[in-house]
Nanobody, 122 residues
């Protein structure tokens, strides 16, 4: 099994910064894609940013220029640096690992973290 553990959420004033981390552990051979999604109250979960193993990135239009995703492949860890935060960034942020190859198996799976709350006050 694979577990994703997020950290770094919290309460910050508008214009402030936070850095989220997500570490994957378990019988992992390789993780192809890692990313962050968020879900605000009453809204659907949406993509924030994703990064491939090779380092290619993609961002939601709402966060381009403010958020930066990065990863450490040997540590199976993904980060999200969030700058110039706005009240509309308030949501539960979920870590996602896609295209996960497990050790000694041909199974490819997808995993989610439990989520971490990010709250931005005006």
């Amino acid at each position: 099994q694979v577990q994703l553990v997020e950290s770094g959420g919290g309460l910050v004033q508008a214009g402030g910064s936070l850095r989220l981390s997500c570490a994957a552990s378990g019988s992992i051979f390789r993780i192809n894609r890692m990313g962050w999604y968020r879900q605000a109250p009453g809204k659907q979960r949406e993509l924030v940013a994703v990064i491939t193993r090779e380092g290619s990135t993609d961002y939601a239009d709402a966060v381009k220029g403010r958020f930066t995703i990065s990863r450490d492949n040997p540590k199976n860890t993904v980060y999200l640096q969030m700058n110039s935060l706005k009240p509309e960034d308030t949501a539960v942020y979920y870590c996602h690992a896609g295209g996960v190859n497990l050790v000694s198996t041909s199974i490819v799976s997808t995993y989610w973290g439990q989520g971490t709350q990010v709250s931005v006050s005006a």
